[in-house]
């Protein structure tokens, strides 16, 4: 366990902060004064930029937790655990807040709150997945074996993806009404729309690389912490 | 393999509590979703594939906590992974114990079940014998994954099906589909696509089990 307990401090660190804050209030100016009212839905629609600009996030966070817990039982460094943990936690976060605005969106567009469309279920069924997995960490009383029994999760929640995504879109297929309503609905008419977009979701991706930076590095303190705790207590 | 597989039916034949438990569960649960249909609607022909299959699965995790937590009591894991195994010929002992334990309770949740919602007998059982084996086999070998990494938890019999449900997603929708379309008269060539889905899962998380089941009992 060689790990160097002051941390560098290197361009990405100092670049990320401001670039998210700038991309950011770009964001805000584009969608809320610059983007034109969409003609069918009204300006609800201004949702669906922030609303997929989480789903990057997510699927790239998700991506990330399977990566590094490959990486956790192969190789046994604490820092791809640390890495995968930080994803699933931040993940979740952007799941969660791509669930709910897709909810608000969905109320005024389609009539309800929730509808068991295929990429619908999918989605709900990761986030338990992941909540299943930060619960797991919680709970195990040895760090290094939740560590391990964590990664064999979510290595197979990967392999599961594809069974997941099979399985919920024979189920609901037969009913493609909403997505023929989403895609139409939510044709991205004006050049505008399109640039938004792209802002948005670039925005969205600094923030979570951002907070995905802070908070390994916070559990690689918390556990120098915990290393030299022990160290002390072994001398003492 | 079969020496473990052979251990765990003694003992299971000398108490029979998995069984006994597996079994009164598995009826009880049949009888609150009788409860929750009204008894003479339409909808209770819907609802049975559904039933059956909640009935299976809610006695089945509570059976498999129960198989890995014998093992625990008195440190017979100890001694197990003394022997001179490979982790994964244990894994697969257990699957097939507790795999053996759900169908033989299995035999009798069945024609009650059938009993209880006015079914046919002969047909029901020879359509529902198929997608039974395969999605049992499946939830097995995810189970008893689950159930040796839930030992390793602090709040143990809540962690299983937390841990599990989210995963088997797939199995009980292919169960659950695959059971209505054929008890619905539909033939088998009708569900060749969810019986696939089926194989596939078992095959998955039986070579997941097998693999990382060194990593899970690892002390």
Sequence with gaps: MTETTARTRNATDVLLPPATIGAMMAALYLIFVVVPTDAFQGPVQRIFYVHMAMWLATFTAFGLVALASLMYLWRRAPEWDRRGRAAAELGLLFCTLGLTTGSIWAKPIWGTWWTWDPRLTLTLILWMIYAAYLLLRSLTTDPDQGASLAAILGVSGLLDLYLINRAVYWWRGIHPAVLVQRQGGSGLADPLMRVTLVVCMLAFFLLFLWLLRLRIGAARLQDTVEHLREQLTASA | ?219
């Design chain 2, 1 to 219: 393999m079969f020496a473990l597989i052979w251990k765990d039916l003694q003992i299971e034949l000398r108490t029979k509590e998995t069984l006994a438990s597996l079994l009164l569960l598995g009826l009880l649960i049949l009888l609150v979703l009788s409860f929750a249909f009204d008894p003479t609607s339409e909808l209770r022909a819907t609802a049975a594939p559904g039933v059956i299959w909640v009935a299976v699965i809610f006695a089945g995790t509570l059976g498999m906590n129960r198989s890995l937590l014998h093992e625990r009591e008195h440190d017979c894991l100890h001694g197990l992974l003394l022997a001179p195994l490979d982790r994964g010929t244990i894994f697969l002992a257990k699957t097939a114990g507790n795999l053996l334990f759900m169908l033989a309770a299995e035999c009798v949740v069945v024609p009650t079940f059938v009993f209880f919602f006015n079914l046919p007998l002969g047909f029901t059982v020879l359509r529902l014998a198929p997608v039974l084996l395969l999605g049992l086999l499946g939830f097995a070998a995810i189970g008893t994954l689950f159930a040796a990494i839930s030992l390793r938890t602090r709040a143990r019999e809540v962690m299983l099906p937390l841990l599990m449900l989210p995963l088997a997603a797939p199995l009980f929708i292919a169960a659950i589909q695959t059971s209505a379309q054929l008890l619905a008269g539909e033939s088998l060539g009708a569900v060749t696509h969810w019986l696939h889905l089926l194989a596939a899962f078992d095959a998955v998380f039986l070579v997941v089990g097998w693999l990382s089941f060194e990593y899970v009992v690892e002390q």
